[in-house]
């Protein structure tokens, strides 16, 4: 029987997002990839920011498809840069509104400017491209109802996982699977810093090293707390479950209370310390988390090294499916970025599919934990959920209490990844 999708209006700007509905959930923002030249050279792509991403973008497509980019914006058109390009322009919106423009590819970053070029975009019909997972992993739900609406579609491969093709397999290979489990290690800044402390440096040290050859940002929050990884479970979430599903719901915890004792507890163990993201289901529930967990060492998520990525897909028909590879930097996400703009101009008939549903039901991620106490006793606990964790970091709740008898001072709790059974 046919089902009727409730399909929000084209929000007014100013709209805030809270009022907009979050029911629709696009896989339009997956397609099989492009094969004819002919259908790209015919149609203009506008580029929104041309910095480490951006540059990688233009000079792919300018190698690749000479003719097809018709605008770039960029902040300073002023600035020395390795993309040769005559004509750059510092209004952004001047490009989204160029009429020769059909695919606007945003790589700017952020929740401002760039929401509202990507809303405008959208707003006139136009193909989206974006590696922006922290509006991806906010506001993507809506917006892609907003594409469906104006008969555009939003694409963001790029936005997890950069070169790791895993938004395009949840919505084309696996698009009929019953997902029980997605997730892995998502961030490869802190995969980076939890390997140094591996081979021993301090954490300061690691996160410096990791600024200098440029995993980290100059203000790494985003990353040592896990927000970046929670972004991108949220987006995964929504494609594997087929159902909207937003960052601020998820239990997190970063990697920044995380000693060098601690990671040397768990390599004593054969244990790997990671921060892991996981989605999965538990009867009713979806429980999903970000946290520092110990891995055994022939784990897939203990596999990642330096800045790279691992992703888990467990399904019902397809089993055990492991993607892993480069998770960030320039190229590799300009790569992923490149396939949606191409399979933007081949796909621009193809209609957007929505699926109805509620909010993904979230409750946080439960494991056992690994306590290491001042006397260097090390206890583990029962499975306890991650919220229950983050409460007992401050006031050491009975669980705590009850397995610190005469051991003195808890130095750190860090949950034991267990798959499920
Ligand atoms: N870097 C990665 O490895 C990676 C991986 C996955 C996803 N992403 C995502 O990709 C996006 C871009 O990241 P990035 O690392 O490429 O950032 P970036 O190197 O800082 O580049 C940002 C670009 O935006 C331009 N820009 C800033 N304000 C502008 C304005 N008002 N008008 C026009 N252009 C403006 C900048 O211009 P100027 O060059 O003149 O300053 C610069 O070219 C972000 O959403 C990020 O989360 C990045």
């Given at each position: 029987?046919?089902?009727?999708?409730?399909?929000p209006?084209?929000?007014?700007?100013e709209?805030?997002?809270?009022?907009l509905?979050?029911?629709?959930?696009?896989?339009?923002?997956?397609?099989?990839?492009?094969?004819?030249?002919?259908?790209?050279?015919?149609?203009?792509v506008g580029?929104?920011?041309?910095?480490t991403?951006?540059s990688g973008?233009?000079?792919?497509?300018?190698a690749?498809?000479?003719g097809?980019?018709?605008?770039i914006?960029?902040?300073?058109?002023?600035?020395?840069?390795?993309v040769?390009?005559?004509?750059f322009?510092?209004?952004?919106?001047?490009?989204?509104?160029?009429?020769?423009?059909?695919?606007?590819?945003?790589?700017?970053?952020?929740?401002g400017?760039?929401?509202?070029?990507?809303l405008?975009?959208?707003?006139?019909?136009?193909?989206?491209?974006t590696?922006?997972?922290d509006?991806?992993a906010t506001?993507?739900?809506?917006?892609?109802?907003?594409a469906?609406?104006?008969?555009?579609?939003?694409?963001?491969?790029?936005?997890?996982?950069?070169?790791?093709?895993?938004?395009?397999?949840?919505?084309?290979?696996?698009?009929?699977?019953?997902v029980?489990?997605?997730?892995?290690v998502?961030?490869?800044?802190?995969?980076?810093v939890?390997?140094?402390?591996?081979?021993?440096?301090?954490?300061?040290?690691?996160?410096?090293?990791?600024?200098r050859?440029?995993?980290a940002?100059?203000?790494?929050?985003?990353d040592?707390?896990?927000?970046?990884?929670?972004?991108?479970?949220?987006?995964?979430?929504?494609?594997a479950?087929?159902?909207?599903s937003?960052?601020?719901?998820l239990?997190?915890?970063?990697?920044?209370?995380?000693?060098?004792?601690?990671?040397r507890?768990?390599?004593?163990?054969?244990l790997?310390l990671k921060?892991v993201?996981?989605?999965?289901?538990?009867g009713?529930v979806?429980?999903?988390?970000v946290?520092?967990?110990?891995?055994?060492?022939d784990h897939?998520?203990?596999?990642?090294?330096?800045?790279?990525?691992?992703?888990r897909?467990v399904?019902?028909?397809?089993?055990?499916?492991?993607f892993?590879?480069a998770?960030?930097g320039?190229?590799?996400?300009a790569?992923?970025?490149?396939?949606?703009?191409?399979?933007?101009?081949?796909a621009?008939e193809?209609?957007?599919?929505?699926?109805?549903?509620?909010?993904?039901v979230?409750a946080?991620?439960r494991?056992?934990?690994?306590?290491?106490?001042a006397?260097?006793?090390?206890v583990?606990?029962?499975?306890?959920?991650l919220?229950?964790?983050?409460a007992?970091?401050?006031?050491?709740?009975?669980?705590?209490?009850?397995?610190?008898?005469?051991?003195?001072?808890?130095?750190?709790?860090?949950?034991?990844?267990?798959?499920?059974?």
């Open positions: 029987m046919a089902r009727a999708f409730f399909i209006p084209i929000p007014h700007m709209v805030p997002v809270q009022t509905p979050r029911v629709l959930c696009s896989s339009e923002a997956i397609s099989s990839p492009a094969t004819s030249l002919t259908t790209a050279r015919a149609n203009g580029l929104l920011g041309c910095g991403v951006g973008v233009a000079r792919r497509l300018l690749s498809h000479p097809l980019i018709r605008g914006a960029v902040r300073d058109p002023h600035k020395p840069r390795d040769r390009w005559d004509d322009s510092s209004d952004a919106f001047d490009v989204v509104d160029d009429p020769s423009v059909r695919v606007v590819v945003e790589c700017i970053g952020g929740l400017l760039a929401r509202e070029l990507i405008r975009a959208i707003a006139r019909g136009k193909d989206v491209v590696a922006n997972k509006l991806i506001e993507g739900p809506w917006l892609a109802a907003f469906a609406r104006t008969g555009a579609s939003l694409r963001y491969e790029a936005a997890v996982g950069g070169a790791i093709p895993i938004v395009r397999a949840l919505g084309g290979s696996l698009a009929g699977e019953d029980f489990e997605i997730g892995g998502l961030n490869g800044t802190t995969n980076f939890l390997d140094a402390m591996d081979g021993g440096a301090e954490y300061a040290d690691a996160l410096a090293e990791a600024q050859l440029g995993f940002e100059q203000d790494p929050r985003s040592v707390d896990g927000h970046d990884a929670a972004h991108k479970l949220a987006i995964l979430a929504g494609l479950f087929r159902r909207p937003v960052s601020p719901a239990a997190r915890r970063g990697i920044g209370g995380i000693s060098r004792d601690d990671v507890a768990g390599a004593e163990r054969g790997r921060l993201a996981v989605a999965r289901k538990a009713d979806i429980e999903a988390g946290t520092p967990a110990f891995v055994p060492e897939p998520f203990a596999r990642p090294r330096g800045a790279e990525n691992v992703v897909v399904g019902r028909g397809c089993g055990t499916l492991v892993s590879g998770g960030a320039g190229d590799a996400t790569s992923s970025v490149v396939a949606d703009v191409l399979a933007a101009l081949e621009r193809r209609g957007v599919q929505a699926h109805e549903g509620e909010d993904l979230s946080p991620l494991a056992p934990v690994l306590v290491r106490f006397s260097g006793s090390v583990t606990s029962d499975a306890m959920p919220d229950a964790l983050e007992a970091a401050g006031g050491f709740g009975h669980v705590i209490q009850s397995l610190s008898k005469g051991r003195g001072e808890v130095q750190s709790m860090i949950p034991v990844w267990r798959d499920a059974a």
